[in-house]
Every structure is written in structure tokens, then in C-alpha cells.
């Protein structure tokens, strides 16, 4: 198979995912609010969960076909951090409520039809599996396909433990088990969008990276034999992918600039895997006593000096 003829395939399989998922998030929601179940009602917000998940999937899909423009120089990766982040936030909101009503519910039970929700919720439980089955194939080489596909697997066994709970109810009219069963769902909600809606705010705020400390970078770029120091120096993400690295570094002056560039460039490009930077060389810095030029100066703390010191 071609890459053109893989990339389609899969931007096919992505969109009918998508489709199936909007129809399993329908039924269940309407199916709970004419049965009463809170239970069918959560699973739908799960589910929610996987759309986001399957939305930007195919979303980041689409982008690798897409060049950045003149007035987009970073192309549109940050977009897809925007809908991760309002998805996510929505999310922990609509758990917030299924919480509220999940208490109301086991204060005040309401009558819920056992069998009803089994069968909505089964329907729910062989549409995940079939989803989880359609994105196996490109999860394999493809990370954001296999996250799209472990949520979907997840989602699957969410079902699987809303029927158990209808078969409860069912056979033993236990309504209460329909609300306690929510709050299970709850929690996968949560666990879900709470480390999407944190990774998206700190792209967002332009955080270092997680696993990448920018102490621990400038002491690297500081042990290259010929730099002086490291200043000014930021790094972010336009998107988990994309690492961004800028910095000013004041080297001595005997130096042969383009060489210590290209040893400075190769030893953060092996270290941290940062490929995309633009850095500044200098003998002196143009303002010595600006913030920017020593970085030991940000923190106020005495004990970081020598996590910058100068080493050969």
C-alpha cells in the first residue's frame, strides 16, 4: 500500500469512526433520558470523550497533508490544541453535573427499565469494539491513531459495565445500582479529559514540555567546550509534537561560530530530541545587567547557580 493509499484509508476509517461514535452518543443519551437512567446518560458523555479523542485524531490526520502559510508560519497544530482544550473542559463540566444528578438520585430513586438499558448499552458496547477494531491497523505505526484507539477500548469495557448494572437491575430491581454505576463513569471521564485539559493549558501558556527541564538544557548548552553562557532561552510546544527551542548563547571569541553552532544543535537534538531551534550567537552580551541575560537571575534562588554553571 502507497502512503497516499494508507493515508486515505485510514483519514476513511477515522471519519467512519467519528460517525458511529455520534450515533452510539445519541442513542445513549436519548435512551437515558426516556428511561431514567443516569447510567446510559454518563456513558454518553464518555463517549463524548472518545469523539474529542477521535476529532482530533483525524484532525492531526488531515494537518500532515497541510503546509504551513504565509500568515500560519506554524501551520494550524495549535487549532487542534484549542478544540483539546474546550473539549476537555466541557467534560470535567459534564461530569461536575452527572455527579449532581447521580446524588439526586440515590437521595430520591426513580424507576429504570433493566432491560432497556442493557440493550441500548450492548448496542453501545459492539460499536466501541467494532471502532477499537477499524483504528487497530494504523495504531500500530501511528501514536495519535493509538491513543484514539485505547480510549475506544476503554470505552468499550465502560459499556460492558453498564450492561452488568442493567442486568442487576433487571433481575433484581435494585434501581440504586443505575446512579452508582454513573459514578463509576464519572471517574472515567475524569481520568480521561483531566490530563487532556492539563496538557492542552500548558501548550497553550507555553510551558516547557513535560520531561524536559530548561535547567537542565542550558547546563548541557553550557558544557559544549567554547560557550559562555546561556541566556534568554525558551521552550514550548506548538503542539506535543512540535518542540520549539530559542536561546542567546555568548561563546568565546576565538571560536569558529558555525562549527559550535552545529555541536550545540546536534548535542540538544540527541539529549532532548528538539529539532526545530533558533539560537543566537554572541561574544557579549548586549545588556549584562538585563534579566534575560543570566538566567540564575529568574529564579532568585541561590541553589540553581550551579545547575547553570559553566563546565568544560
Known sequence: MTALTSYAHLRSRLQLALAINAVIIAAEFVGGWLLNSIGLMSDAGHNLVDQGSLFLALYAHLLTARPASESRTFGYHRAGIIAAFLNSFILLLTAFGIVMVSVKRLLEPVPVDGGWVMAVAAVSFVANLGIALLLQHGAKDDLNIRSAFWHMV??????????????????????????????????????????????????????????????????????????????????????????????????????????????????????????????QLETECCDPDDIHCDLRKLTGHHHEIHTFAHHH
Open 154 to 279: 476503554g470505552d468499550a469495557w465502560v459499556s460492558l459495565g453498564v450492561i452488568v448494572s442493567g442486568a442487576a437491575i433487571f433481575l433484581t430491581g435494585w434501581t440504586i445500582l443505575d446512579p452508582l454505576v454513573s459514578l463509576l463513569v464519572v471517574g472515567a471521564i475524569v481520568r480521561g479529559a483531566w490530563p487532556i485539559f492539563k496538557e492542552s493549558m500548558e501548550v497553550l501558556l507555553e510551558s516547557t514540555p513535560p520531561g524536559i527541564s530548561a535547567s537542565h538544557v542550558a547546563a548541557t548548552m553550557e558544557a559544549v567546550p567554547g560557550v559562555k553562557n546561556v541566556h534568554d532561552l525558551h521552550i514550548w510546544a506548538v503542539e506535543p509534537r512540535l518542540v520549539m527551542l530559542t536561546s542567546h548563547v555568548m561563546i568565546e571569541r576565538h571560536r569558529i561560530p558555525l562549527e559550535l553552532l552545529q555541536l550545540i544543535q546536534n548535542r540538544i537534538t540527541t539529549d532532548f530530541g528538539i529539532k526545530h531551534m533558533t539560537i
